[in-house]
């Protein structure tokens, strides 16, 4: 089995663009406006699962991984919700712009340039992040096993990708890419989009059982993320290790 899950054209793809990340107009958007729903489905979940009582810093103490945090747009928010969190990516342009930007910030978060297979961690995580990665990595089977050992018993992971729909494929694709110009043509590859009951299978596999799984939908009229019950193009899952 392949040992590595770096993409080398998928790190370079979004190296390229690194300098936009903090850029609400620029490449990275619709990220800007896919990460309020991110973020509450994240933290309320984490609240109720691990019942969680500190209003102020809902998150407090909690150990997060962030996988593939690109610039630090989800890492963040976790970091001023009280999260203990690490946030690591392939691409070394990605991670000097996200401490740059969290040192302008005064915030705390230990980044590192890492894939999950060649992290050296010597404590497990609560929460891990795996959010819009696994359609970019190589190797899915091999990512999520090796994101599965960093994780402790009854520790969480969330994961949001794309399904593998011809309505993803016309939605993400070719209106998101080609007509519309939310994100630069060539940022996804449909053929890497992960249907929900493969995840699940994988997942399975690495003793992590589904514990919720929710669609998330665009609402054109007032240009916000909503939690849906349609999972057809975008969806994200909680899973919980046994």
């Known amino acids: 089995m392949k040992s590595n899950t770096i993409n080398k054209e998928e790190i370079e793809k979004f190296s390229k663009i690194a300098e936009e990340w903090w850029d609400p107009q620029g490449k990275f958007k619709p990220l800007h406006k896919f990460n309020p729903i991110r973020i509450s489905y994240i933290k309320d979940n984490i609240v109720e699962t691990l019942k969680l009582k500190n209003k102020k810093k809902p998150l407090e103490k909690v150990k997060i991984l962030d996988i593939g945090c690109g610039g630090g747009l989800l890492t963040e928010p976790m970091k001023r919700l009280g999260a203990n969190i690490t946030g690591i990516d392939a691409s070394k342009r990605n991670i000097e712009i996200a401490k740059l930007h969290a040192k302008k910030n005064d ?32 190797n ?12 402790k018993k009854n520790g969480i992971m969330f994961v949001a990708t794309l399904n593998k729909t011809l309505k993803s494929y016309l939605f993400a694709i070719i209106g998101a890419e080609y007509f519309l110009r939310w994100l630069p043509i060539g940022t996804h590859d449909w ?34 993320w909503k939690i849906s019950s349609d999972k057809s193009v975008n969806y994200i899952g909680k899973f919980i290790k046994d």
């Open 107 to 138: 915030l705390k978060i230990d980044y590192k340039c890492a894939s999950p297979e060649n992290l050296k961690e010597y404590h497990k995580f609560d929460v891990i992040l795996n959010m819009e990665i696994v359609e970019h990595v190589d």
């Open 140 to 151: 899915v089977e091999f990512f999520l096993a090796t994101c599965s050992k960093l994780l």
């Open 191 to 224: 053929e890497k989009f992960v249907k929900p009951e493969d995840l699940i299978s994988i997942l399975a596999k690495n003793n992590l059982k589904v514990d919720a799984l929710d669609g998330l939908k665009l609402n054109i009229l007032s240009n916000e």
